[in-house]
């Protein structure tokens, strides 16, 4: 999810360097006229490699502004003193140019050398020396090292408390940055405590704060988004989104990141209808724009294809994904990593529609496009091989189905000697576990049982490592393998599969489940063909019961999918 205040900085610094309309041609001139009539060290020499390092980083051209901080700090020491106040706020301008630049480490190192030279001209608890220790807080935090960046921030705030009071803005914002490490810590009940004591400080600020008290609300409305809590986070991002419209309309960009994740919420909630009219409430405004961000458009396109997938509406998703594909197309060409995930998309709205063949055919061109241009080893070229194999064994092509389950194994485990792909990282790999499964089941269909065997078992060892050894998931497996036995006949090591199969389901669905009831059939067979013929009606009986219990219609799901 994307932070609204994230959005809105970007956007201010945006609008300062249009604004930076004046040229610093004259500048230069101006620069080289003081060097030769003033010298180096003059104020006014000084002064313009401040102003024009300014103007470079209104205009993003970070790695010359530095440079010119850089002079400026040299000039400084020579007319002052590198121990002099000044020299502390040279130091300042290069380690903030360098946080736009990436340059975490330079700019840290900067601040600290001002840190010093302030508190030792300063002292240590004036707003100056806090808004360093911020400075440093906020590099840390963007090069992830968020337990210093909370270190430092919390010591700014300790200042702010003392010089300004408790419910100053500053302090505000400061709390708003511990919610954020927090946050990026996945700590989300303690950066909501946080968030919730910047919310209080900035909603006594009244209208000038508006932004601010936006942007807390779609931090509080991520944090419980991402523990699942959906209602209260449609209600934040409501919130923010009648602050935004209140003062700028319905139709500002500012708008899209809101109903962006307004539509994710009601996504997650299956409220499909909901989350298209947000989509398209993105649309309207990016359309209108003078300015499209194309690939902003075709995104767009995607969001509402897949909501329209989801509700079943796969003509019309389809149609905004072609849309999305010809915009991609034209600003990628047609071999980029983009234009497959397209065509994925496309492939898994004509398979919903059972019209396979043109399922494949995408699938295929998404394949073709992720081989040339991903590593060969990369998650999508293994989904895109599973993908295809599904499909190959709906339509009962087992041979083509294991094929291409085999190489989505490949693919994931690197020909099974891959360096990146240790023991640890198998048995921590559930999507490879549920392909391994559905190999073996391809192989069982050819009665290549050793074969299906041999995946059942492989599945079933990462399974029991991953999810422990009473999980369904474990009793499906149990269950298939018990299914291979019976058709070899091999009936007394079916039987102990199914009872495995069938203990796990007692224990966790209850005896009068339907799932519980497709083991108990298959154990009833398995007897009936041992001609063990009370022991079979029993089981039978049993299965009969609990289907008319739940007025079973046919085939469980659990009994053959993972």
């Not at 590198?82 to 840290?108: F, P, T």
């Amino acid at each position: 999810m994307s932070s609204l205040h994230a959005f809105f900085e970007k956007a201010k610094h945006r609008n300062d360097s249009e604004r930076s309309t004046v040229s610093t041609t004259h500048l230069d001139e101006e620069m080289k006229m003081s060097r030769d009539k003033l010298g180096a060290e003059s104020a006014e020499v000084i002064e313009s490699y401040f102003t024009k390092g300014e103007f470079c980083e209104k205009q993003e051209k970070y790695r010359d502004a530095i440079m010119l901080y850089k002079k400026g700090l040299e000039s400084t020491k020579l007319k002052y003193g590198k121990d002099h106040i000044s020299v502390a706020k040279a130091y300042e301008k290069i380690g903030r140019a360098c946080i736009y630049e990436e340059q975490y480490d330079e700019a840290i190192n900067n601040f600290k050398k001002a840190l010093e030279l302030k508190i030792k001209k300063l002292g240590s608890e004036q707003l100056d020396v806090a808004d360093i220790y911020l400075d440093i807080g906020r590099a840390y935090f963007e090069e992830g090292s968020f337990s210093q960046a909370e270190v430092n921030f919390s010591t700014a705030l300790n200042i702010k408390e003392k010089r300004l009071g408790k419910s100053h803005p500053d302090v505000a914002a400061l709390y708003n940055h511990l919610g954020n490490v927090k946050y990026n810590q996945e700590e989300y009940t303690s950066a909501i405590e946080y968030y919730r004591q910047a919310y209080d400080i900035y909603l006594g600020e009244g209208d000038k704060c508006f932004k601010d008290l936006a942007g807390i609300y779609i931090n509080l409305a991520d944090c419980y988004y991402n523990t699942a809590n959906f209602d209260d986070a449609i209600e934040y991002y409501y919130r923010a989104r009648e602050i935004i419209a209140g003062k700028n309309g319905e139709d500002c960009m500012e708008m899209i990141p809101i109903n962006d994740s307004i539509a994710h919420s009601y996504g997650k909630k299956k409220f499909f209808e909901e989350a298209i009219i947000y989509y398209q409430k993105t649309l309207k405004i990016l359309t209108a724009s003078k300015n499209i961000d194309t690939v902003e458009l075709a995104n767009c396109y995607i969001n509402l294809g897949i909501s329209f997938s989801k509700k079943g509406d796969y003509d019309t998703a389809i149609d905004h994904y072609k849309k999305s594909l010809a915009i991609l197309i034209e600003k990628y060409g047609d071999r980029h990593p983009h234009i497959a995930n397209c065509y994925s998309y496309m492939a898994a709205a004509y398979l919903n529609k059972d019209e396979n063949n043109e399922a494949i055919d995408y699938y295929k061109k998404a394949l073709d496009i992720r081989l040339n241009r991903l590593e060969r080893q990369h998650s999508f070229v293994a989904k895109t091989y599973g993908s295809l194999a599904a499909i190959y064994f709906k339509k009962r092509q087992y041979s083509d189905a294991i094929t291409n389950y085999k190489e989505s194994i490949l693919t994931t485990m690197g020909d099974y000697v891959s360096e990146d792909f240790n023991e640890e990282s198998k048995y921590n790999n559930l999507p490879l576990a549920n392909t391994f499964f559905h190999l073996g089941q391809a192989y069982a269909r050819k009665r290549m049982y050793d074969d299906a065997l041999s995946n059942f078992e492989k599945a079933l060892d990462i399974k029991i490592n991953k999810l422990g050894e009473e999980h369904l998931e474990v009793a499906t497996i149990y269950n298939e393998i018990g299914l291979t036995y019976s058709d070899q006949r091999f009936f007394d090591s079916a039987i102990e599969n199914y009872e495995k199969a069938l203990e796990i389901r007692v224990k966790k669905l209850g005896r009068d489940h339907l799932d519980t009831a497709v083991v108990y059939n298959n154990l009833g067979l398995v007897y009936v063909n041992k001609k063990a013929w009370s022991k079979a009606l029993e089981l039978l009986n049993i299965s009969l019961e609990i289907r008319e219990k739940t007025s079973w219609r046919g085939p469980s799901y659990c009994g053959t999918k993972l």
